[in-house]
C-alpha cells in the first residue's frame, strides 16, 4: 500500500488560481478527498479479516470529509450528542460507536434512540444511569467498558489517557464490582473492552506489542469472571502522525502485516479500532498568506493572514509545524515587498498574544510578503480543535479538492 503521501502539485496549481482570484490576503483549509480516499481504502484494504475500523470524526467531522469515508470504513465513532445528531442527520444508516467522558442523561437517551451500535461506558455511576435510562424504554443496552488498566511495560507516548491516573475509563481494580454489577442487570448487554489508552503513537511494533496485552488482558478477564457474551474488543484509536520528522511516519504496512500474526490470538472476538488522527490528518493543508515580514533583536518574524485561532494543532501539540513557501510574484503595492532569504523565522498569525506561533526557528530559502505558507498534515485536529472566535477575524475558506469521480469542487 501507498504510505500516506502528500499531493503538493494538485495542491499547488489550486491555490495559485484560489491566489489570482483572491480580493485579499488568502487564508483557506484545502482537502484533497482523493488523497483521502486513496489513504483510508489501503488502510482498511491491508485489514487482516475480524479487524474492523471505524473513524473517530471528533478529528474532523465536514460533511465532504465523512461522505468521502462513509462507504470506506466499518463506521463512525462519535463522543457527544452534537457528533450524533450531525451524522444522523446525513447518514441514517452508518454503525455508530458512542465513546466519551461525563455523557449526560439526554446523549445516553438519545443513542438509545439513534440506533447506536454499541456505548463505550466510562463509570460504574454512568452503567447506572443507562440501566435506569434502558429499563424506562424497556429495551436491552448493548456496551463495552472503558477500561483503563495497568499495563506492564507500557511505553508511554506524548498523550497518555490510560495506564495511569486519567479521568477516562474504570480502573483496573474496580472491574470485579462492574462485573458484578453487570451480572444483576441483564438490561445491560456486555459486548467487549474498550481501550484507548494514548494518542500520537508513532512506533508500529509497540502498538502491536500493546494490542497483545490488551488481547491478553481480556483473555485473563474472560476466564476470570466467565464471561461468555463477549464478541469484539476496541482497541482505540492513537495512531500518530508524525509532525516533527515528516519522513518518518508510522509504519503502517509493518502494523498491518503485524496485526496478521496476531490474529491467531483474538480468541474469536473482532478487533475495532477507531481512529481519527491517521484517517485525516495528511489529506489537509493549511494555507495562509504572508502580511509581513520583520526582524526584531536576533529574530524574524512572518507574520501570516490566520493564526492558531485557525490551526492550532501545533501549539496544542507544542511542535513547530512544517511548512512550504508557495511563492506569489503579484505584489499589489507601489513600494517594496519586506523579505528575508537564507535564514531561520518563526511563523506567527494575528494573534495579540506571543503564543500565536504556528512554526519556530524555521529554515527557509526566501519569504516573501504576499507569498503562500502551506502546512501540511492539517486535516485533523486542525480547524475543529481551534478557538475560532478568539479577536473576531475572518474564519478561512474551506475547500475540498474532489475525489476523481467527483465533478466539481465544493466550496
Ligand atoms: C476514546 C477515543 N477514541 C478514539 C480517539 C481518536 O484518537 P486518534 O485521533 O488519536 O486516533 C480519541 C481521541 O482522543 C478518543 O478519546
Not at 458512542?98 to 438519545?110: C, I, Q, W
Not at 454512568?126 to 435510562?133: G, I, N, Q, T
Not at 501549539?315 to 508557495?326: E, K, Y
Amino acid at each position: 500500500m501507498s504510505s500516506p503521501g502528500l499531493r503538493w502539485t494538485r495542491l499547488s496549481a489550486h491555490l495559485q488560481q484560489a491566489l489570482d482570484g483572491a480580493d485579499g490576503p488568502l487564508c483557506t483549509y484545502v482537502y484533497d478527498l482523493e488523497s483521502l480516499r486513496r489513504h483510508a481504502r489501503a488502510i482498511v484494504g491491508s485489514l487482516p479479516s475480524g479487524f474492523e475500523l471505524f473513524y473517530a470524526i471528533k478529528a474532523n467531522s465536514d460533511l465532504p470529509i465523512l461522505q468521502t469515508l462513509a462507504p470506506l470504513v466499518h463506521g463512525f465513532e462519535i463522543s457527544s450528542g452534537g457528533e450524533l445528531a450531525w451524522v444522523r442527520g446525513h447518514f441514517a444508516d452508518i454503525p455508530l460507536i458512542f465513546s466519551g467522558p461525563g455523557k449526560t442523561d439526554t446523549e445516553l437517551a438519545r443513542a438509545l434512540e439513534g440506533g447506536v451500535e454499541a456505548l463505550h461506558v466510562e463509570s460504574r455511576h454512568e452503567l447506572e444511569r443507562l440501566a435506569w435510562l434502558a429499563r424506562a424504554r424497556n429495551c436491552t443496552v448493548p456496551v463495552l467498558l472503558r477500561v483503563n488498566p495497568a499495563i506492564d511495560g507500557l511505553q508511554p507516548t506524548t498523550l497518555m489517557m490510560g495506564g495511569r491516573p486519567t479521568p477516562f475509563g474504570i480502573a483496573g481494580d474496580q472491574l470485579p464490582a462492574c462485573l458484578d454489577w453487570l451480572r444483576a442487570h441483564p438490561e445491560i448487554r456486555l459486548r467487549g473492552f474498550h481501550f484507548h489508552l494514548m494518542s500520537h503513537q508513532l512506533d508500529a511494533a509497540a502498538h502491536l506489542r500493546l494490542l497483545d496485552a490488551y488481547l491478553e488482558q481480556t483473555r485473563r478477564w474472560r476466564a476470570q469472571y466467565g464471561l461468555d457474551t463477549l464478541d469484539h474488543i476496541n482497541v482505540g484509536g492513537g495512531i500518530g502522525v508524525n509532525y516533527r520528522e515528516p519522513e518518518a511516519q508510522f509504519d503502517w504496512p509493518a502494523f498491518a502485516g503485524g496485526l496478521a500474526a496476531l490474529s491467531a490470538r483474538r480468541d474469536g472476538l473482532t478487533v475495532r479500532f477507531e481512529c481519527g488522527r491517521y484517517v485525516t490528518a495528511f489529506c489537509g493543508y493549511y494555507a495562509t498568506e504572508v502580511i509581513d515580514v520583520k526582524h526584531a533583536f536576533d529574530r524574524w518574524f512572518v507574520v501570516a493572514s490566520g493564526g492558531t485561532h485557525h490551526f492550532r494543532t501545533p501549539h496544542a501539540q507544542g511542535h513547530s509545524h512544517p511548512f512550504r513557501v508557495l511563492p506569489a510574484d503579484a505584489w499589489r503595492y507601489p513600494f517594496a515587498r519586506p523579505q528575508v532569504s537564507d535564514a531561520r523565522v518563526n511563523v506567527v498569525g494575528q494573534l495579540c498574544t506571543p503564543k500565536d506561533v504556528l512554526a519556530q526557528d524555521a529554515p527557509i530559502e526566501r519569504v516573501r510578503a504576499g507569498d503562500l505558507l502551506v502546512f501540511p498534515y492539517a486535516g485533523a485536529y486542525a480547524w475543529h480543535i481551534s478557538h475560532h472566535d478568539f479577536l473576531r477575524h475572518p474564519h478561512p475558506q474551506h475547500r475540498y479538492l474532489p475525489t476523481e469521480d467527483a465533478h466539481a469542487a465544493v466550496e
